[in-house]
């Protein structure tokens, strides 16, 4: 069965969700993601069997209003969307734009499902005065309502009742996190404005990031992170510094769709980092027999 997924996102670990999951590990009692997004690898895991509880958590409010609504009310939800959705037409361009108009003057979730269905490759823009700003595919009408509705009764299925949501900072969450979980941290890069929080705005702040990291080495906290990569020759995000003491990956995310309508075929390269404690729990401590340092490499190939 397909894994569902109500909406694309911007970042979305969905390609390679499967790939991060391998690292969590079988006692994993809660599965939280303080930067979740289109909770991708929440909902993989769910499928999979892999944890029983979850904690959801994203800085973006309405997302995670969003999320409420899915889970707790996911018919409503799906009826919602069909009505704006069937609305759309003669004009879907003017339609977008008056259904934008009215999430920022109230942040209602079946407008912003109905925004992230539209936009262009679920890439979530916020001015710097808050609004949301990104524009619509206009070649495209968003997903169907009948498909819509399976996706979100979809994941309902596999995390209401078992899942806590918050719009917090990341920290908070962090704060609250217990040795028996396992983090998965998927933090924006530098200059991606998700959020319509000023502090940010440009993204997460290198130093903060690793800060927190260091203090979560110092709780023996498991976590996964995703945070730089490559396309081509080109890298993403500064590298983490190697006294963090964390365990470095590759996995290979397939052909670069960007590149791909440039005319390129690049291979994108994704980073997965794991935390000391969790190295420890998972009993691949032989890995670092085999490099030199803790600093150890592997390829990923997916599947
Ligand atoms: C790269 S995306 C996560 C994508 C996600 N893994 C998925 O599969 O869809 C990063 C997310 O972090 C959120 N975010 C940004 N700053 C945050 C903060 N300080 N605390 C919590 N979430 C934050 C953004 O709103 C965005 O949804």
């Known amino acids: 069965m397909p894994v569902p997924h109500p909406f694309p996102y911007q970042g979305s670990k969905r390609a390679i969700a499967s ?10 009692d809660r599965l939280i993601e303080p930067f979740c997004g289109s909770a991708a690898v929440s909902i993989a895991a769910s499928a999979q069997g892999l944890a029983r509880e979850f904690w959801l958590n994203d ?3 309405p997302l995670m209003r969003l999320w409420s609504s899915i889970l707790d009310t996911p018919e409503e939800i799906a009826g919602s969307y069909m009505a704006l959705w069937v609305a759309q ?4 361009k003017a339609f977008f734009d008056k259904v934008r108009r009215q999430f920022n003057r109230s942040p209602r979730p079946d407008l912003l499902l109905y925004l992230l269905a539209r936009i262009v490759k679920g890439s979530v823009r916020y001015s710097a005065t808050g609004e949301f700003n990104q524009s619509a595919d206009n070649r495209r009408s ?3 309502p009948p498909k ?13 009742g078992k899942t806590k949501l918050t719009s917090v900072d990341f920290r908070e969450v962090v704060r609250q996190a217990t040795e028996r979980d396992t983090i998965y941290l998927d933090p924006p890069y530098q200059g991606t404005s998700y959020t319509r929080d000023h502090r940010y705005s440009q993204g997460m702040p290198f130093d903060e990031l690793v800060e927190e990291l260091s203090e979560m080495n110092g709780r023996d906290l498991s976590y996964i992170l995703s945070y730089d990569g490559r396309t081509g020759d080109k890298t993403y995000g500064k590298p983490l510094p190697t006294e963090l003491g964390l365990f470095h990956m590759t996995i290979s ?6 590149a791909t309508l ?3 075929r690049l291979e994108t390269v994704e980073s997965l980092y794991l935390s000391p404690a969790l190295v420890e729990r998972l009993g691949v401590g ?5 490099g030199e340092t803790q600093w150890g490499q592997m390829e990923l190939l997916p599947g």
């Open 253 to 258: 995310a397939g052909r670069s769709t960007q």
């Open 148 to 160: 819509m509705r399976q996706q979100i009764l979809g994941v309902s299925l596999l995390l209401a």
């Open 59 to 61: 800085l973006n409010e």
């Open 286 to 290: 032989s890995l670092h027999d085999k």
């Open 19 to 28: 790939d991060i999951l391998r690292y969590l590990p079988r006692d994993t």
């Open 89 to 92: 037409r003669p004009d879907r």
């Open 142 to 144: 968003g997903m169907r």
């Open 262 to 264: 440039q005319g390129e």
